[in-house]
């Protein structure tokens, strides 16, 4: 499958098998854990020297081909501990190799940084995620890709149209873990890892170890090696802490200050995905460029603010907590919890965006003072006292003034109790607003007797049995009393319309004669018969100069012969149509 690799990549089996004790090396370079020269001068190429802790201790072990648990927390470099040994033992072993990440733009990060390293090797990789072209990852799955990048949901999607076959994966990568069964993705892994075969290798790494990945270690892992580099809910050293407790009105002047003081880019969290676009578009009237992202955005929306963000063409980034795990976006100066996590372990994620690879970072929280729990709950896990910073003088909140509300002033009031009352329609009475707006006898206005009383059966049946009562115009005098509508005729004084016979078609034809039209006093044209238009049948026609077609049954000799002389058909045709051609 990969026959480019085999020069690309030399490295025998025997060079990685390491043993246990192996595994924590004195020396804190990428030559000294097994990786192919190839990948050496890749990796020296884009300055990366030294390895963090958690691909220090995980490239090994994956390099010998045994199962993973990497515990770390996020923003420690899980993407190149278990990509580095995925592309090296594909490129020696064959197969494909099977990555399943939480969210799209975690996907979208990890083919980007495999690329990194494999663009050079001719890795091809397919992602499948939602909210893209079906057809296109169909396409990029019939290219036979080295890695595919998947999201669970889009993942089950390929595997029920059958479009994807799993039969050829060899390395299998559960990213995030912790995150995707937080989301309810726990179906979906279960059946991506029925459907993978048993004679794999399988990384798992998450922030936390929680009992339902213990449960799927148990069940679907052999053996696996434990890598923790620090216990759930480790915090980065190099981020400081801060919160600040303000009432709910307080928090955009705050921001608004906050925004002032610290420079650089900043990412802001929101609770719910409706307050993210009411926060973005604060800031942006405060004069900051900012953008917004969240589950009601499309792909393409989401890749351009994300995109945007980490150009510069956006300052602030406000996004809910699908952008809390792996969205690795370099030099970001301050993280801003303008509502606390539901979870705190969500906490530890949305801090981790800031203090990336040893940088300095802040990160501020906004807190009410009924959520001083929810400061301790985050505080035992973190193993960290948060400082509590005084809030600066804000605009005291006003009360709203009613009375000045011109909507609601005394001159309103008696404005309103200046109107005319509502009509009255009850008992069925139709009353008018007021006598001089009224149109005088006027069929809409004018009470009529069926608005008095109800319809009886009589007055049913004689509708039915004499139809529709025919309009009668007002006389001249009743036209000339009317005084409104100057500008335009009145519509009692138009031309009334020659009167029609308004009863049913069926009965008023009965008294007509057949052949003639129902709504007109002259005969009705009908075309003449020839060989083109097909007459139409009257009743008044003599049915016997029509000629007879009876025939007798066939005889012995197979011909038919007719009853009588008069019935000759052909001397009929040639007479009823002596323009059509004959044949002999």
């Known amino acids: 499958m990969n026959s480019f690799w085999t020069d690309t990549v ?14 924590f090396m004195n020396d804190t370079t990428f030559s000294s854990l097994g990786i192919a020269p190839s ?29 993973v648990i990497g515990i770390a927390q ?21 197969g494909q190799g099977l990555i399943i990440v939480p969210t799209r733009e975690l996907a979208l990060q990890v083919e980007e940084s495999l690329n990194l390293i494999g663009k050079t090797l001719h890795l091809r990789t397919a992602t499948l995620i939602g909210g ?31 479009t994807l076959n799993l039969s050829k994966v060899k390395i299998l990568v559960l990213d995030e873990a912790d995150r995707m069964l937080d989301m309810g993705f726990k179906p979906q892994i279960e059946k991506a890892l029925r459907t993978v075969p ?34 759930s809910g480790t915090t980065a050293e190099t981020v400081s802490q801060e919160i600040y407790f303000v009432h709910k009105e307080g928090k955009l002047p705050l921001l608004q200050i906050i925004l002032a003081d610290n420079p650089g880019s900043v990412l802001i969290f929101s609770r719910t995905k409706h307050g993210a ?9 405060m004069g900051h460029s900012a953008s917004e992202i969240h589950s009601n955005k499309s792909l393409n929306q989401r890749i351009e603010a994300l995109d945007g963000f980490k150009k510069g063409q956006y300052r602030v980034l406000v996004a809910t907590d699908i952008a809390a795990r792996g969205i690795d976006v370099k030099d970001i100066s301050l ?15 949305r801090i981790g965006r800031t203090g990336r690879a040893q940088h300095i970072g802040k990160a501020i929280s906004f807190a009410t003072n009924d959520q001083k729990g929810d400061i301790r709950t985050i505080e035992r896990l973190i193993k960290k006292q948060v400082p509590i910073i005084k809030t600066p003088d804000l605009p005291a909140r006003t009360p709203v003034d009613r009375s000045s509300r011109p909507e609601l002033s005394n001159q309103s009031r008696d404005s309103r109790s200046n109107r005319a009352p509502r009509p009255d329609f009850s008992n069925n009475k ?44 007002p006389s001249a005098n009743e036209a000339t009393k009317t005084t409104r509508y100057t500008d335009r005729p009145n519509r009692d004084t138009r031309p009334s319309r020659p009167s029609r016979d308004r009863r049913d078609p069926i009965v008023a034809s009965l008294d007509k004669p057949f052949g003639l039209d129902l709504f007109a006093d002259e005969p009705v044209n009908r075309p003449s018969h020839n060989h083109t238009t097909k007459p139409q049948r009257s009743f008044d026609r003599d049915r016997s100069a029509r000629p007879r077609r009876d025939f007798v049954k066939k005889s012995g000799s197979g011909q038919a012969s007719p009853r009588g002389p008069q019935t000759n058909l052909a001397k009929f045709r040639r007479e009823s149509q002596p323009d059509r051609p004959r044949f002999r």
């Open 10 to 23: 030399a490295l025998s089996t025997s060079d990685l098998e390491i043993s246990g004790q192996n595994f």
């Open 39 to 67: 990948i050496l001068e890749i990796l020296s190429k884009l300055n990366f020297t030294v390895p963090t802790p958690i691909q220090h201790q995980s490239i090994p072990v994956g390099l010998a081909g045994k199962d």
């Open 74 to 94: 996020t923003g420690t470099g899980k993407t190149f501990a278990f990509g580095i040994p995925m592309i090296q033992r594909l490129a020696q072993h064959k």
């Open 132 to 162: 893209a072209n079906m057809a296109k990852q169909v396409q990029a799955i019939r290219r036979d890709p080295h890695v595919i990048i998947a999201t669970p949901g889009r993942l089950n999607d390929h595997l029920e149209q059958k």
């Open 198 to 231: 048993r004679d794999r290798q399988t990384m798992l790494f998450s922030a936390s170890m929680p009992s339902e990945i213990i449960r799927i270690a148990d069940a679907y892992m052999k053996s696996p090696v434990q890598v923790e580099v620090a216990p």
């Open 277 to 285: 676009k009411k926060i973005a578009l604060a800031i942006r009237h």
């Open 335 to 349: 993280v801003i919890n303008f509502d606390l996590p539901d979870s705190p372990e969500d906490y530890v994620h």
């Open 430 to 473: 139709r009353q008018s607003r007021s006598s001089s707006s009224a149109r005088p006898n006027s069929p809409r206005t004018a009470p009529t007797k069926t608005a008095e009383k109800k319809f009886s059966g009589t007055a049913w049946d004689d509708r039915l049995m004499n139809g529709p009562k025919k309009y009668k115009s």
